[in-house]
C-alpha cells in the first residue's frame, strides 16, 4: 500500500475565499485522482492529476473552480475557488501505483471543508 | 454519474451475524474493489477482485463477483461492533482508456453489541 498524507485535514473558511489542499505520497504512482465526498453521500470523481500537464476533469468540473497541480509523481494539490457553502464536502486523493500491474487505489485521510 | 448500485442502504445485525452486501454496476470492467469507511474518515482498502476472479477472501471478508449479472457482493462474517462503517464498491471503466474508479453509493453497516 501507499502512504498517503493531506494538509489540511480539516479547515472553516468563509464565502469566497480559496482554499488549497496539498497531498503527499511516500513513493512514486502513475496515477492521481481528487475526489469530493458531500455529506451523507458516496464520493465523486473530480479529475485526474496529470504530472507535467493540465488534469482531467469529470463531467461537471471545471478548471476554473478546482484548479490542479500535480509537479512530480509523488505530490498534487487541489485549490476549491470561490468558495459557497455548497462546497462543504471532505475532498480527498487518491493514488493508484502502476495501473498494469498493481492497480488498488488507495486514498488520503481526506480534508474535512466547511464554507460559511 | 454513478457506476455502482449498492443494495441494502443500510444494514443493521447484531454482533456474530454475518452481513452481506451487494453491490450491482452498469458496464464492464478490469476491477472492482470494495472500501470501508469509519464516519467520514479516509476509505480503508479490503479487496480488488478482477474481471476474470470469482471469489476472493482476506480474513472475515469474502468477495464474489458475477460479470454475466454485473454485480458483486461482500460478505463479512462473524460481524462485530468494529464493522459498523459505510462500504463502497468502486468499477473502473476500461472502455474510457483510463483507470479511473467509480463509487457505488455504498451501504451503512451498524452491528449491534
Known amino acids: 500500500s501507499a502512504v498517503i498524507s493531506q494538509k489540511p485535514s480539516r479547515d472553516i473558511c468563509q464565502r469566497g475565499t480559496s482554499l488549497t489542499i496539498q497531498c503527499q505520497v511516500d513513493?512514486?504512482?502513475?496515477?492521481m485522482f481528487w475526489y469530493r465526498q458531500q455529506p451523507g453521500q458516496s464520493l465523486t470523481l473530480i479529475a485526474t492529476a496529470n504530472q507535467g500537464s493540465e488534469a482531467t476533469y469529470e463531467s461537471g468540473f471545471v478548471i476554473d473552480k478546482f484548479p490542479i497541480s500535480r509537479p512530480n509523481l509523488t505530490f498534487s494539490t487541489l485549490t476549491v475557488s470561490n468558495m459557497s457553502p455548497e462546497d462543504s464536502s471532505i475532498y480527498l486523493c487518491?493514488?493508484?501505483?502502476?495501473?498494469?500491474?498493481?492497480?488498488?487505489?488507495?486514498f488520503g485521510p481526506g480534508t474535512r471543508l466547511t464554507v460559511l | 454519474s454513478q457506476q455502482g448500485e449498492e443494495d441494502p442502504q443500510a444494514l443493521s445485525i447484531q454482533e456474530g451475524e454475518n452481513a452481506t452486501m451487494n453491490c450491482s454496476y452498469k458496464t464492464s470492467i478490469n476491477n472492482l474493489q470494495w472500501y470501508r469507511q469509519n464516519s467520514g474518515r479516509g476509505l480503508v482498502h479490503l479487496i480488488l477482485i478482477r474481471s476474470n476472479e470469482r471469489e476472493k477472501h482476506s480474513g472475515r471478508l469474502r468477495v464474489t463477483l458475477d460479470t454475466s449479472k454485473k454485480s458483486s457482493s461482500l460478505l463479512i462474517t462473524a460481524s462485530r461492533a468494529a464493522d459498523t462503517a459505510s462500504y463502497f464498491c468502486a468499477t473502473d471503466a476500461p472502455t474510457s482508456g483510463t483507470y479511473k474508479y467509480i463509487f457505488g453509493t455504498g451501504t451503512r453497516l451498524k452491528v449491534l453489541a
Open positions: 487518491s493514488v493508484v501505483r502502476d495501473p498494469v500491474t498493481y492497480n488498488e487505489q488507495f
Open positions: 513513493s512514486q504512482v502513475t496515477m
